[in-house]
């Protein structure tokens, strides 16, 4: 966690615990893909063992963080593969020489485990999130241990600059040299050499002014080679600016971004205009069982590539 006042406060957006627990198994529904990848990642086969084995971790995990989506049981969704630009990103892992992967809010792991099954070559990959103990949780989920499985988890505050600072993105190549990714202590020693950052599910837990913090730092670590990428999902809105929602009994005030407004931040405001190209997709969906006064939900896709 950040030591300043303003990163302090953007951060504890984050937990919501006056949302429960109760009732939520009635969001665990995997499809067929996600039953085939966990039975075959956890080694347990059976589907109702499976199932009870998921619940387990879900409590232990919500009594570390209080994410909705951890009660949503959004850690069973294979975020990153059903993303559009998911084909684009196998294909730069198959392609480029050493390249390096970040997912940044990671929670236990499991788009990157799902990366490296489909063939990332899993020495590029590296994940990082704010809760060290997500990591012992991803191993307790998956059945692994950091010598069975060797992808290199680093827990830190992407808001804090000791962690990751904001630099200006990389136009030339960069003068420092690719670090071992298993002895990082910060993201700041990857500045200019990652090909490719995934982030999922965390924009929209800070408000406009930690949104615009966390895009400034990921566009300073990416590689300036064509095709270097990223991609993510967030929720988003037909229109750009800070709604209150009533959740729990009191109100939640939550900044969204459009489509129009979030590729106008990437294009032009972050990286020099017509430097990449950015792709967007509103869906909308229904509204959580905690809020009391909308139905309407929308997640926004996004893709942003070096040209």
């Known amino acids: 966690m950040s030591t300043t006042t303003e990163t302090t406060v953007i951060a504890a957006k984050v937990a919501?615990?006056?949302v429960s627990l109760e009732e939520s198994e009635k969001f665990y529904n995997l499809n067929e893909q996600e039953i085939a990848f966990f039975k075959s990642a956890t080694g347990i086969h059976d589907e109702a063992a499976l199932k009870e084995h998921m619940i387990a971790i879900q409590r232990e995990a919500y009594a570390i963080h209080a994410f909705p989506?951890?009660?949503?049981?959004?850690?069973?969704?294979?975020?990153?593969?059903r993303l559009p630009?998911?084909?684009k990103l196998l294909e730069l892992g198959k392609s480029r020489k050493n390249p390096i992967f970040l997912d940044i809010g990671c929670c236990f792991g499991n788009d990157v485990r799902k990366l490296v099954a489909d063939g990332y070559p899993m020495e590029s990959c590296m994940a990082t999130d704010l809760h060290p103990e997500f990591l012992k949780l991803g191993h307790k989920l998956f059945n692994t241990t950091p010598e069975t499985y060797r992808v290199p988890f680093l827990a830190g505050d992407s808001l804090n600059p000791e962690f990751l600072a904001?630099?200006?993105p990389f136009y030339t190549k960069p003068y420092t040299t690719v670090p071992k990714l298993s002895s990082l202590t910060s993201l700041n020693p990857l500045h200019g050499h990652v090909s490719a950052?995934?982030?999922c599910s965390v924009f929209h837990v800070f408000d406009e002014a930690g949104q615009l913090q966390l895009a400034r730092a990921i566009a300073g670590l990416l590689s300036p080679e064509t095709g270097s990428m990223l991609i993510g999902v967030h929720s988003g809105r037909p229109e750009k600016g800070t709604f209150i929602t009533r959740a729990g009994g009191r109100d939640v005030s939550t900044f969204y971004h459009s489509?129009?407004?979030?590729?106008a931040l990437w294009d032009g405001e972050l990286f020099v205009k017509g430097t990449?190209?950015?792709?967007?997709k509103l869906i909308e969906?229904?509204?959580?069982?905690?809020?009391e006064n909308t139905d309407r939900y929308w997640f926004l896709y996004w893709c942003v590539t070096r040209v």
């Open 285 to 291: 969906t229904g509204g959580w069982d905690f809020q």
């Open 197 to 199: 950052i995934s982030v």
């Open 69 to 81: 989506c951890i009660r949503m049981f959004s850690f069973t969704k294979l975020k990153l593969a």
């Open 166 to 168: 904001v630099t200006h």
């Open 259 to 263: 489509p129009e407004s979030w590729t």
């Open 276 to 280: 990449v190209k950015v792709e967007t």
């Open 85 to 87: 630009g998911y084909e």
């Open 16 to 18: 919501l615990p006056w």
